[in-house]
């Protein structure tokens, strides 16, 4: 597919990206010069943005769509880690290291993806270095997320398990917790129930039915391929 110059953003895109968790905290030279490094991808669905032990040579924001992180195992079952939505900036952990990709990164549905070059964001960084602060407050936002993540899968049960796993997903935390954007909470999740039932290592007849558990109680409507959330604010205190 094509890649397309920054100025050819809509203006919606434009203003979202510049306006991110991330991007709106950062140094202001950063928020500046970083548009300009970029180009917008766009991708077919199933069409792969990276495949695992590709080059890192990217920072990503997604635009429209989404881009699903997974890995697929020998015997052909995929394990999916998150989907990074709009307007999340993924690709940091590579460009500091300057190690593989570690999972597939496919595209959810059509999807436009925001490209920094890693070799013009590196020869920013060295001509400012103090930016690199803000690179590794986008690597710390998500390790925080994974502990909390790790923690879940480890402690919780299937129930509230799932109700965080929408919170997160809502409120746009699934690409980093420095990800997704500052205008609140999303109230329509467009996910499948196996997709969750592959993020939260539970068997979709349990997604299922903890889904229906909440439906029952006023927390979400479910319709094919989405989870429409009627009281979000009960998904923290779910038991």
Known sequence: MPNFRWDTLTDVERSAMLHSRW????????????????????LAHGEALHRRGDASDALWCVLAGAIRISSVSEAGREAV??????????????????GPRTHDGLAEGA??????????????????PQLWRD?????????????????????????????????????GLMG?????????PRSVLHIHQDQLAAMLALSRQTVNQELKRLQAAGVVDLAPGEVRLLNPAALAEWR
């Open 135 to 171: 690179l590794a407050l986008l690597v710390c936002a998500k390790l925080r997320l994974s502990f909390a993540a790790i923690e879940e899968m480890s402690l919780l049960p299937a129930g509230p398990r799932l109700a965080r796993r929408l919170d997160m997903l809502a409120q």
């Open 23 to 42: 991007l709106s905290a950062a140094a202001p030279l950063l928020r500046e010069r970083l548009p300009a490094l970029g180009q917008v991808r766009v």
């Open 176 to 184: 980093g917790a420095a990800g997704g954007t500052a205008t609140g």
């Open 111 to 128: 999807t436009r993806v925001f490209v920094v070059n890693a070799v013009a964001l590196h020869s920013l960084l060295a001509e400012q």
């Open 81 to 98: 880690l998150s989907f990074i939505e709009p307007f999340n900036w993924f690709g940091e952990i590579g460009l500091i290291d300057g």
